[in-house]
């Protein structure tokens, strides 16, 4: 089965900080990976997806980065945090043709 | 636009009673329609969806409507359990790519002994 890892699972960072979140799936190969940022309070917001190595598409402006270095591994980095990029970050791979989603166990990340 | 709208925000039942929670979408063209249960602090997961031509999907205790001429679908517990403590997303999927989700943001359910 298809299986979504991600690290860590808490953080807290100063503001200006840089930041990277790892996303590493396996029980497939080739996934479409996803990105999202839970903020308190609101619902789901789309940030990157990747349909493979190197090819990141970005839903939103804002001061997050996405990378593809390898087939099953998706990352997610910021230069310098603001205090608006805290919140939930969750990773996510497809599942399936109809475009059900199967979700990491999230990163919750604080910015002070 | 194209949104997602979810009701109740938040319910309380108690353990063993029945609860539907509400979710109208203006999203074209539509796709399909997902309910996502997110236990707190984790990643969700799914646990129907439902295409223009399905009227219900059932899951256990769970079972989902959708209505495509409303634009509107519910979901449906049955038999409340604790366990049901959880926030329930509804996802509605437009256009052909992958990246077309609209997700509400959710009603967050707890269950009471």
């Known amino acids: 089965s298809q299986t979504i890892h991600q690290w860590p699972a808490t953080l807290v960072q100063p503001v200006g900080s840089p930041l990277s979140l790892e996303c590493t799936v396996e029980?497939?190969?080739?996934?479409?990976l996803y990105w999202y940022r839970q903020a308190a309070g609101r619902g789901l917001q789309l940030l990157f997806y990747?349909?493979?190595?190197?090819?990141i598409s970005s839903e939103v402006p804002q001061n997050l980065s996405a990378s593809r270095p390898q087939d099953r591994q998706f990352i997610l980095s910021s230069k310098k945090l603001l205090l608006s990029d805290s919140g939930f970050y969750l990773c996510?791979?497809?599942?399936?043709?109809?475009?059900?989603?199967?979700f990491g166990p999230g990163t919750r990340l604080l910015v002070l | 636009k194209n949104q997602v709208e979810q009701s109740p925000q938040s319910l309380i039942i108690l353990e063993g009673k029945n609860c539907t929670l509400q979710?109208?979408?203006?999203?074209?063209?539509?796709?399909?329609l997902r309910w996502y249960k997110q236990d707190t602090g984790r990643g969700p997961v799914s646990l129907t969806i439902m295409t223009f031509s399905e009227n219900t999907k059932s899951n256990g205790r769970y079972t989902a409507t959708l209505d495509a001429d409303t634009k509107q679908s519910s979901l449906h517990i049955t038999a409340s359990q604790l366990s049901d403590s959880a926030s329930y997303i509804c996802v509605v999927s437009y256009g052909g790519s992958q990246g077309n989700l609209i997700f509400g943001k959710g009603t967050k359910l707890s269950v009471k002994p």
């Open positions: 990747s349909v493979g190595i190197g090819q």
């Open positions: 979710c109208n979408y203006t999203v074209s063209p539509f796709s399909n």
């Open positions: 996510a791979g497809l599942r399936d043709r109809q475009g059900t989603q199967y």
């Open positions: 029980g497939t190969s080739n996934p479409n």
